[in-house]
């Protein structure tokens, strides 16, 4: 295979470290496995299967159309869904990006001992010269390379020599461990749909297709894309809570800060594995703060028929700019509050639930449109994935706030 085939395959890759392992994933991975171990495992596969579905479906209606579900959809909802929809997403972006600075400043913290506060700024600031100053194919390529540092957690997992059948006891058991709760249980489930199927990583998805000109010769690449970068995602986020249950939950150690996240590593691999969990945090939290920030971008320039883009000149596409710095600005100001970055991230990512039923029922009700998809429309297996997951998001979304007050934010 040569190299640009194999570099036009880091959008999905991209797509699933910096959107499926963002800081929402490494903090409620790492909370799962400190208390429940594998026990949510579950949980992460039919997130996997689910995006892909929904992912693939929005790949296929850009390679179709050239305009993405979100874009199709307003049109055929009408202004005020889309309008919920959008007004809903950009304020959970908000809290997101927020957390995502918070945890590329975490990666400098872990590495000079200062504390991230320190570091937002220069975060803010690096992010905003790779937005405007890269080329959308170098900023997919080199963040999607260098997130596979991520891999590191897998290495990880072995080198803790754990015992399998314990292991495959806890992927196995569904039910809250000896002195948790059920209501805690099922708010970490919902807390590990909210970070592993966001919305925006649907977004970011099928408007880089129109970036990178997908048609109906691209479905190939679209699905390749698909079914290797959303498992490689899944199997990290089982990686990161296993190292969590192996490390930390013998001791009895609650994660409590962003940098516990790493810890597992560097009992496993030492300072060789620290360099690599550091690199790969970086590359995961820094691609994601660009997707959630392009995802917005793209939403509110295709909401009110705007130019948007990285293939354009920042002047030619200026309020897709402004979009995108504000949001920058704005989340930059929240991270150098005290606010808990991790309190942040659960709020987030439990909203973020709440509003997946909005980002899935238009992608599924374009994907089935005869008129707009013609012989690409969705098939048995699309159509019966792409409802149980809906009937699932919704189930998800209903129960979230109640479990999110009932467990105090899954504290009790």
Not at 99 to 121: C, K, M, R
Not at 311 to 321: G, I
Request: glycine share 10%; proline share 4%.
């Amino acid at each position: 295979m040569s190299t640009s085939k194999v570099f036009s395959f880091t959008l999905g890759t991209l797509s699933a470290i910096g959107g499926f392992i963002d800081i929402g994933d490494l903090v409620a991975d790492a909370l799962v496995g400190a208390r429940f171990g594998l026990r949510l495992a579950w949980v992460t596969v039919l997130a996997v299967i689910g995006i892909m579905c929904y992912a693939e479906m929005s790949g296929r209606i850009v390679a179709v159309t050239g305009r993405p579900a979100f874009d199709l959809a307003r049109s055929r909802l009408g202004p005020r869904f889309g309008l919920v929809a959008l007004v809903g997403s950009f304020l959970v972006t908000g809290l997101l990006v927020m957390a995502e600075l918070s945890g590329i400043a975490l990666s400098f913290q872990l590495v000079t001992d200062i504390s991230y506060l320190f570091w937002v700024p220069l975060a803010a600031v690096l992010v905003g010269i790779a937005l405007w100053a890269l080329p959308f194919e170098i900023l997919e390529r080199l963040y999607g390379v260098i997130g596979l540092a991520m891999l590191v957690f897998v290495v990880a997992v072995w080198q803790l020599h754990p015992d399998w059948g314990q292991m495959w006891h806890s992927a196995t058991t569904v039910r809250p461990t000896a002195g948790e709760t059920w209501p805690v249980y099922a708010f970490l489930g919902v807390t590990l749909i909210g970070a592993q199927m966001t919305p925006y990583e649907m977004f970011f998805f099928s408007s880089g297709g129109v970036e990178h000109r997908w048609g109906p010769k691209s479905m190939s690449e679209m699905r390749t894309n698909v079914l290797v970068g959303f498992p490689l995602g899944g199997l990290l986020a089982v990686a990161i809570q296993a190292v969590a249950y192996l490390v930390f939950a013998p001791a009895g150690i609650e994660v409590e800060h962003l940098s516990q996240t790493a810890l597992p590593v560097v009992v496993a691999l030492g300072k060789v594995g620290l360099a690599f969990a550091v690199v790969g945090i970086f590359a995961a939290t820094f691609g994601a703060t660009m997707e959630t920030l392009f995802a917005t971008g793209y939403d509110i320039a295709q909401y009110f028929g705007w130019s948007y883009g990285k293939v354009q000149p920042p002047a030619q596409a200026a309020r897709f700019t402004a979009v995108t710095a504000s949001l920058l600005i704005l989340s930059t100001a929240l991270a150098l509050t005290t606010l808990n970055p991790i309190r942040v991230t659960i709020v987030a990512v439990v909203f973020s639930a709440m509003l997946l039923p909005l980002g899935l029922f238009p992608v599924l009700l374009v994907g089935n449109d005869h008129s707009v998809m013609g012989e690409f429309r969705n098939g048995r297996l699309a159509n019966t994935l792409g409802t149980a997951t809906l009937a699932l998001s919704i189930l998800v979304a209903l129960v979230a706030m109640p479990l999110l007050v009932w467990t105090r934010g899954g504290s009790g």
